[in-house]
């Protein structure tokens, strides 16, 4: 079956500091991730997918098959980026999207 | 265009009372689907549906019932609430599985 796992549940990093949350999955075929992030009081939004492989807010993430690893990685975090981040995970075969159980990351001043 | 609209906002249920979480979309997406937000369980699928007439069970089904009769709207059905089902219930819907997700504001429901 497929999964998502996010081992942090809270990420608190400094200001200035780089960030990474991780994100592991688990399926044998080739899987479509993405980042989904959730600001205060506003409303999930898609952040990045893999395929895409671009750079949102400064955020990238680069798909490790061989690590099933999707990390979310930023070099210098800003307050802004405080919110709920979710890696996600679909398969058109399965035609389901599976989240993980979130990180929180809080940046302190 | 108003996206994806969730109604009710906030709902108090006693246990064993029915309710139903209405969801409608106005991009004429075939996607849509279910999940509910509990606190370090992250966002679970409850049911999902790939165009007008298909539904089919997510992740943590039971309790909830769906359907979808036409393409804008999918409604998820509590028959008799458990407090077990007190959550945040979020709705989405895409083009298809692999495109971006667009979510409703979320439901808060509690059952005493």
Wanted: overall charge positive; some cysteine; glycine content about 8%.
């Amino acid at each position: 079956a497929q999964r998502v796992t996010q081992p942090e549940k809270l990420l608190s990093v400094f200001k200035g500091a780089p960030v990474e949350l991780k994100c592991n999955y688990s399926y044998s075929g080739s899987p479509e991730l993405f980042w989904y992030v959730q600001y205060s009081r506003q409303r999930l939004q898609l952040l990045l997918r893999h395929i895409s492989r671009e750079s949102i807010k400064g955020f990238t993430a680069d798909l490790n098959k061989g690590e099933t690893s999707f990390h979310l990685k930023k070099p210098f975090a800003q307050e802004e980026d405080s919110a709920m981040y979710y890696c996600a995970l679909s398969r058109s075969s399965a035609s389901k999207i599976i989240f993980g159980s979130g990180t929180r990351l809080s940046i302190r001043p | 265009n108003a996206g994806v609209t969730q109604t009710p906002k906030f709902q108090v249920l006693k246990t064993g009372q029915s309710m139903t979480l209405q969801c409608a979309q106005d991009m004429n997406h075939e996607y849509m689907s279910w999940y509910r937000q509990d606190p370090g369980m992250g966002l679970r699928l409850i049911h999902y549906s790939v165009g007008a007439g298909i539904t089919d069970q997510g992740e943590v089904p039971n309790g909830y019932n769906v359907s979808r009769s036409t393409t804008e709207d999918f409604p998820l059905r509590l028959l008799s609430a458990a407090p077990s089902q007190t959550s945040v219930y979020f709705c989405a819907s895409s083009y298809g599985i692999s495109g971006e997700l667009f979510f409703g504001e979320g439901s808060r429901l509690t059952v005493l």
